[in-house]
T-cell receptor, first 113, second 110 residues
């Protein structure tokens, strides 16, 4: 296992379409996080799982966003009816252990046209 | 609420030392993290402080003062490859998600 992997790396979609991203965390990491990052900003927390349970969702996460982590392994983030404002880098991270530093994937860059 | 402040941009010379400051205001505190992020790439973990004092790791050191809500990242013997954004992040309790500052974009010049 070489780290957190995300798929796809890039996605261009038309406004109003639905998109789904996948994240495979580091094996045995029980915590998985989704963040969104726009140019010149730090990562912004979206939602977080411990095993298969979704423990927290940001107030910024509209009803158009949904995330799942079936069986506590990989996770998916779906955005319905995409808007231009959804254009961003979507980062997935996983963590485990006492200190729990988060290890990030390469991200999925979404462009809504 | 939570607030994390760090300078937007800094420039330093190759071979020099640079200090990137971070101040935070959070409802609780359970650790401060520094990440490095090169343009177009994922953030990578640099350091972690949960107790007051200095943590040293090669050319990188990180300092924490919990009473002042203050941390800094010190980079020594700067190299061109250190040009990147440096993100300060705080965990306010337990093992909750990290809250990130906006990042400091460091440019290392010859």
């Amino acid at each position: 296992d070489t780290g957190v992997s995300q798929d796809p790396r890039h996605k261009i979609t038309k406004r109003g379409q639905n998109v789904t991203f996948r994240c495979d965390p580091i094996s045995e990491h029980n915590r998985l996080y989704w963040y969104r990052q726009t140019l010149g900003q730090g990562p912004e927390f979206l939602t977080y799982f411990q095993n298969e349970a979704q423990l927290e969702k940001s107030r910024l996460l509209s009803d158009r966003f949904s995330a799942e982590r079936p069986k506590g392994s990989f996770s998916t983030l779906e955005i319905q009816r995409t808007e231009q404002g959804d254009s961003a880098m979507y980062l997935c991270a996983s963590s485990a252990g006492v200190h729990g530093e988060a290890f990030f994937g390469q991200g999925t860059r979404l462009t809504v046209v | 609420g939570q607030n994390i402040d760090q300078p937007t941009e800094m420039t330093a010379t190759e071979g020099a030392i640079v200090q990137i400051n971070c101040t935070y205001q959070t409802s609780g505190f359970n650790g401060l993290f520094w990440y490095q992020q090169h343009a177009g790439e994922a953030p990578t973990f640099l350091s972690y402080n949960v107790l007051d004092g200095l943590e040293e790791k090669g050319r990188f050191s990180s300092f924490l003062s919990r009473s002042k809500g203050y941390s800094y990242l010190l980079l020594k013997e700067l190299q061109m490859k250190d040009s990147a954004s440096y993100l300060c992040a705080v965990r306010d309790r337990g093992n909750t998600p990290l809250v990130f500052g906006k990042g400091t974009r460091l440019s290392v010049i010859a």
